[in-house]
């Protein structure tokens, strides 16, 4: 069980969180512009990266979209912090 | 018969003696006895037949580590499966048998399955199962292997506590190593946990002694455990640590007597483990025996409970460990001879003939070991004790990531160090031997000052020893799993040379013992036969438990009722009196019908009357999330497969939130209160999923200063009255509705409190949401049952609702839909034409697999032949030509409005093939249908003005 510090609420079971997307990914937009490949792209090809990886989570119990940096090989987590522009 | 009890010995109290039975057989033990060291003393040699040869088994060891004396155990009329006869305190009137023997352990008819043994190598059963034919092996099989019997009785309360804890210092295993650490650390001022699986900290101390700091071994137990609990520290003994896990977890299994176990859940800062080690194993012939058992074992069960192994015993060794044991047993009075495979080592003790630069080559008996072969020469015995060395107990440090490096000094694989958030003293990290397990626990903890130290402390040389294929005679490698010596062979002939495949393929160490005591061996010997290191060869993955918990433990008060709550009405006391019947939908309990009698009489019943005069459900668990702010529009715009800022203030319209995959993810209506202020009425499964979906876009796409959501879907209560007497039924109830068209809504006040009227339909039927604050529901409810006698209405549940907007073709997403089921194929492809701006999920629906021919489409399913709906799940078929699923029927119900069977379906080309005929595939029978619009009844739409 992996604990995990949500910018707002502090350390937590990982029970009350849940993994949103890996950060950085934009949604290809407009719709009329976006090709198939960029698209399937955009919903299923992730770098799943082993080691550091910097992903946004959602802590369900209050329910705030955070920027968390992991390494998903050791579990340690290295830095938590809210969406740009977002005061925790 | 040869296991015997010393008149003295031991520590079992001889005041209390505890009557048990064994395979049927009365035997008498002690308090204080656990059920291994009553059947040794008993005399009990055979206590079950091995998992897949069935060939007669004995006790070995003297804990978790034990692969044999595995039994079920009735206590009070209830059957306790698998239980390690090691670890088991004995209580007065236990019954327990032997498990995988029919009829026992001693006349098992399944024994001369040992004479086909070259019939049955390893890998057997992949073999087999793949050959067709396999399944008249199969029950043969299941019946011959296997563990104990399943109780259907045994149903233990739900009672075991579940306590989350933190600690400091953590440290398992109160053996001399973590005592030393314990006591180092409690003088630090740190509040220490000390957990052990023994009934009392000590560990090997318990059997070896000894004198530490100039005292008995007792003195400084009881003088840590006061430092411990003085500094602030707990001790928890027979509490088994059998879990590592992430950022620092430790999952532990305390026993209590009396009591309900407990799972402890304990984060610690930091941890020391201090498991110790387990003896090996040797291998020679027949090294199964009843009667073969490890000699550190025997020595434990001499000195805690004055049980002796045997009578005439042959202990074979390589290492100066097994001397104190040999000279223990003589002094209790059995006839020993030592075998010592080095030409040189520690004096004969006294009474005990030692051999020296001799092997055992073979055990020879029956049942039961009847002699040794030593160097050729056989030596009459009943008990063979044996010594291979030592593996560390390092389950734990692996379990918690750490690695392991091979030792050559110390003939083990021993933790790497800085692999684990976990530090090592003691036998775990290969220090063998009482001074080393004292210094390096002391160290362990930082310790100030001069680490206790032992009088007297033992060599401890060892000579490693391994498996000999060129032995003849069949060497058993895991008793608990039957994998011999040439299995292994086997496994590297065929290709399964890693120790991952050779544990699968083999068994090996998959047995509820996780191979402790034949992991290394396995190991070894593959090692051996592919000219290869042992760390070349490697080592296999631990994983929790480290020993097999009871589920009962782990799920603790979690189960029944309180396993997944579920979510209640505030009017459930009041619906209860009504007559309802409760069940549960999407995580609520709800009234599925009223009344008492046939389930679905009532609820066509009840449908009926809504269709005829007028119905009341209680549709409370309806969502209802509040979406607020001058960002409100857009944000749904968005979130919405239907734009809803077009949306005028007073009125709802119905829409669907689809996954980015273009997926319908839910459907439901959206009010519009106010400029800035709408509600979402999520289906009452997908509350949660569908706030989490508007959040994740209002945090990250628009401005959240803008616009805010409020799930208040538990704050209302929300009654719906449905019928064409509807109107009625609320002027009865003297409830002002203000006049609104179809899918208007309007906030009045009724009694000084706020009240919500909804003209939204699930029904196809004139219908009334009507939402007050929870408080207020008995008001609410009160007057609108009152009203209900007047006009002839009824309370309905969710059944009758099921049927009522079945027949108008009104999906439930999740049953009606799929996950591949888009807007357009439920009838809604408008939209997707329509909308230029950006929505969730927009540009998937314009993918191939969006756009293609021949998708899945909603339609109806009309049947001629006769009352009987068609059976949910179905397979649409063609009725001609070959057999080919194109659909299935997602929805069923017999419609009281129209007086024959109605169907949703989804169908391949549904919506161009209404008015054809096709087959409703079902249990090997056709039955001819008729493909139909998804709405059956009242198409026009005239009935939701009542
Ligand atoms: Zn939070």
Redesign the pocket.
């Known amino acids: 069980m992996q604990r995990f510090q949500?910018p707002?609420?502090g350390l937590?079971d990982e029970t009350e969180f849940h993994f949103a997307t890996e950060a950085g990914k934009s949604r290809p937009e407009p719709a009329e512009e976006v090709t198939d490949a960029e698209w399937a792209a955009y919903l299923h090809l992730n770098d799943a990266l082993k080691g550091q990886a910097r992903e946004v989570w959602v802590?369900l119990?209050?329910g705030?979209y955070f920027l968390m940096t992991r390494d998903t090989l050791t579990r340690e987590v290295s830095g938590s912090e809210a969406l740009p522009g977002r005061a925790s | 018969m040869s296991g015997w009890r010393h008149p003295t010995a031991g520590r079992v109290n001889r005041e209390r003696p505890a009557g048990f039975h064994f395979d049927g057989i009365a035997l008498t033990g002690f308090e204080g006895d656990t059920l291994a060291s009553a059947l040794l003393a008993s005399g009990t040699r055979v206590l079950g037949r091995s998992f897949k040869y069935h060939r007669p088994r004995g006790l070995w060891g003297m804990g978790g580590e034990e692969p044999n004396a595995i039994l079920d155990v009735t206590r009070d009329g209830v059957t306790m499966p698998n239980v390690r006869a090691t670890t088991e305190l004995l209580e007065d009137g236990m019954a327990l048998s032997s498990v995988n023997a029919a009829p026992d352990a001693a006349h098992d008819r399944y024994r001369l399955l040992d004479r086909l043994q070259r019939f049955l190598p390893a890998g057997f059963y992949y073999k087999t199962f793949m050959r067709p034919g396999w399944m008249t092996w199969e029950p043969m099989i299941r019946r011959m292997a296997g563990l104990g019997r399943i109780d259907p009785a045994n149903c233990p309360p739900a009672d075991c506590p579940r306590i989350n804890a933190q600690c400091d210092l953590l440290i398992i295993g109160a053996g001399p190593a973590g005592l030393a650490a314990a006591r180092a650390a409690a003088r630090k001022g740190r509040a220490v946990w000390l957990v052990d699986e023994a009934p009392e900290p000590g560990g090997s101390l318990r059997w070896r002694g000894g004198f530490i700091d100039g005292a008995d071994w007792r003195e400084f137990v009881d003088a840590v455990q006061a430092e411990v609990l003085a500094a602030g520290g707990r001790v928890l003994a027979r509490t088994t640590l059998w879990g590592a896990f992430d950022h620092g977890l430790f999952a532990a299994w305390e026993r209590r007597t009396g009591l309900p176990d407990v799972h402890w859940r304990i984060r610690a800062g930091e941890v020391i483990l201090a498991a110790g080690a387990i003896e090996r194993p040797l291998w020679f012939a027949n090294n199964d025996l009843p009667g073969v058992m490890s000699a550190e074992a025997a020595l434990h069960h001499l000195v805690l409970y004055g049980a002796v192994a045997g009578r005439r015993i042959v202990l074979a060794t390589g290492g100066d460990a097994s001397y104190p044991v040999a000279a223990a047993l003589a002094e209790a009075g059995a006839e020993v001879t030592l075998t010592d495979i080095r030409p040189e080592g520690p004096d004969a003790p006294e009474g005990v003939r030692v051999v020296r630069a001799a092997r055992l080559t073979a055990a020879r008996g029956g049942r039961e070991v009847r002699c040794a072969v030593i160097d050729g020469e056989a030596w009459e015995a009943d008990t063979v004790l044996t010594s291979g060395g030592y593996t560390p107990s390092v389950h734990l440090y692996c379990q918690a990531g750490g690695k392991l490096d091979w030792d050559d000094v110390r003939d083990a694989l021993v933790p790497r160090r800085g692999t684990a958030p976990i530090m090592v003293a003691g036998a775990a990290s290969g220090s063998f031997g009482l001074s080393a397990a004292l210094a390096e626990g002391h160290a362990a903890a930082g310790g100030e000052g001069p680490a206790p130290r032992p009088e007297g402390d033992a060599p401890w040389g060892v000579t490693p020893m391994r498996p000999d294929p060129a032995l003849p005679g069949r060497q058993w490698i895991d008793l608990q799993n039957d994998v011999t010596l040439k299995d292994v062979g086997l496994a590297a002939r065929e290709g399964f040379t890693s120790v991952e495949h050779l544990k699968r393929y083999t068994t090996l160490g998959m047995a509820t013992d996780q191979g402790r005591t034949s992991n290394f061996a396995g190991l070894a010997a593959m090692a051996a036969l592919t000219a290869r290191s042992i760390p070349e060869t490697g080592t296999t993955t631990y994983r929790p438990p480290f020993t097999p918990v009871p589920l009962a433990v782990i799920a603790g008060r979690r189960r029944g009722a309180l396993f997944n709550p579920l979510k209640r009405l505030p009017l459930e006391p009041e619906h209860r009196a009504a007559g309802a019947r409760f069940r549960e939908y999407g995580g609520w309990l709800r009234p599925a019908v009223y009344g008492t009698g046939d389930e679905s009489t009532l609820a066509v019943d009840e449908a009926r009357t809504a269709r005829q005069s007028v119905g009341i459900f209680d549709a409370s668990p309806l969502g209802k999330i509040e979406v607020i702010g001058p960002g409100a529009p857009e944000l749904l715009d968005f979130a919405n497969y239907v734009r809803m800022s077009t949306l005028r203030p007073g009125r709802a319209r119905y829409g669907f939130m689809l996954a980015e995959s273009g997926v319908v993810y839910d459907d439901g209506v959206v009010l519009r209160l106010a400029e800035d202020r709408f509600i979402v009425s999520a289906s009452s499964s997908h509350v949660a999923g569908v706030l989490l979906r508007l959040e994740d876009a209002r945090q990250d796409r628009f401005d959240p200063s803008r616009v805010v959501l409020h799930d208040v879907t538990a704050h209302w209560v929300t009654l719906t009255v449905t019928g064409p007497r509807a109107r009625d039924l609320l002027d009865e109830a003297e409830i002002a509705v203000p006049e609104m068209p179809h899918m208007g809504v309007a906030e009045t006040t009724e009694a000084g409190h706020p009240m919500r009227i909804a003209r939204v339909s699930f029904t196809g039927d004139l219908s009334y949401e009507v939402s007050v604050p929870a408080r207020h529901s008995d008001d609410l409810r009160n007057r609108l049952d009152r009203a209900r006698g007047a006009v002839g209405g009824r309370w309905i549940g969710l059944e009758a609702v099921m049927i009522l907007r079945a027949e108008k073709g009104y999906i439930l997403v999740g049953k009606d839909t799929d996950g591949l089921t888009m807007p357009h194929d439920l009838g809604w492809g408008a939209q997707r034409e329509r909308r230029r701006d950006e929505y969730l999920g927009k540009r998937s629906l314009f993918t191939p697999e969006g756009c293609r021919e021949g998708r899945r489409q909603l339609v109806g399913i009309a049947v001629s032949d006769g009352d009987a709906p068609l059976a949910a799940g179905a397979h649409l078929v063609p009725l001609d030509g070959p057999r080919r699923s194109l659909g299935f029927v997602t929805s069923s119900y017999r419609s009281p409005g129209l007086d024959r069977p109605i169907a949703l379906a989804l169908l391949e080309d549904g919506r161009a093939r209404i008015g054809d005929r096709i087959g409703c595939f079902h249990m090997g029978e056709v039955r001819a249908a008729v493909v139909a619009p998804a709405c059956a009844f009242d198409p026009e739409g005239h009935r939701l003005d009542g």
Request: with cysteine; proline share 0%.
């Open positions: 949500c707002f609420c937590r802590h119990t209050c705030e």
